[in-house]
């Protein structure tokens, strides 16, 4: 039985079968603001030659994924046969998801994996307990660790004890990737 691990970010998602590489995509649709209105999903903008009339659609909003629509198609993209030929009963998936997810998320993402991917089996988590989970296998005699996970909306910042996540203890800061990069973009503009 095989497993694929997916760490579905706000801007990339990273992916692979779990005794494989990684690939790292763009998890996005970006759209033709012409006529035609092309859609192109995932890494199919390195085919594009004139990117600069594109605009992108995130499924995520805030750090929460809102827009299923555009989610299904990457994950089609990356499930399907130009990327993975995931066979999807017999394979399980690892997904990550933001701390604090809501549980109406949460169900959405259980139905459409398992009712409409059909998965064999799905394990939700957060980026960190798997980055604390490798931790504390290379370092056993350690007893606690903090994880400092910066995506591109939020920055969780989360305290583990004895392998365990201390929830008491996450702090999440509003800055995230995309912030840095406007304020970096707005600094250099000045000069």
């Known amino acids: 039985m095989a497993t694929l691990v997916l760490d579905n970010g706000a801007s990339t998602a990273k992916m692979g079968f779990s005794e494989e590489g990684v690939s790292i995509l763009p998890n996005c ?12 999903t995932a890494n199919q903008i390195d085919e ?3 990117p600069s009339g594109l605009y992108f659609i995130l499924p995520f909003q805030k750090g929460y994924l ?3 629509d555009v989610q299904r ?3 089609d993209h990356l499930f399907g046969k130009e990327k993975y030929k995931v066979d999807f009963p017999e394979t399980n998936i690892i997904i990550t998801e933001p701390y ?17 991917y059909q ?3 799905v394990y939700r988590t957060n980026a960190g307990s798997l980055s604390a989970f490798k931790y ?7 007893l606690s660790c903090l994880v400092v996970d910066s995506g591109y909306s939020f920055t969780h910042i989360v305290p583990y004890c ?30």
Request: glycine content about 6%.
């Open 66 to 68: 809102v827009n299923w």
């Open 119 to 121: 998965f064999q089996a």
């Open 48 to 50: 594009i030659k004139d």
């Open 73 to 75: 198609q990457v994950w």
């Open 136 to 142: 504390f296998q290379e370092n056993g005699s350690e």
């Open 162 to 191: 004895k392998e365990k996540k201390m929830s008491e203890g996450i702090c999440r800061i509003n800055v995230g990737g995309k912030l840095l990069t406007n304020h970096l973009k707005e600094l250099i503009s000045y000069r």
């Open 29 to 40: 649709q970006f759209r033709s603001r012409t006529a035609r209105l092309k859609t192109f």
């Open 100 to 116: 604090f997810n809501f549980n109406s998320i949460q169900e959405s993402m259980n139905e459409i994996l398992f009712e409409e």
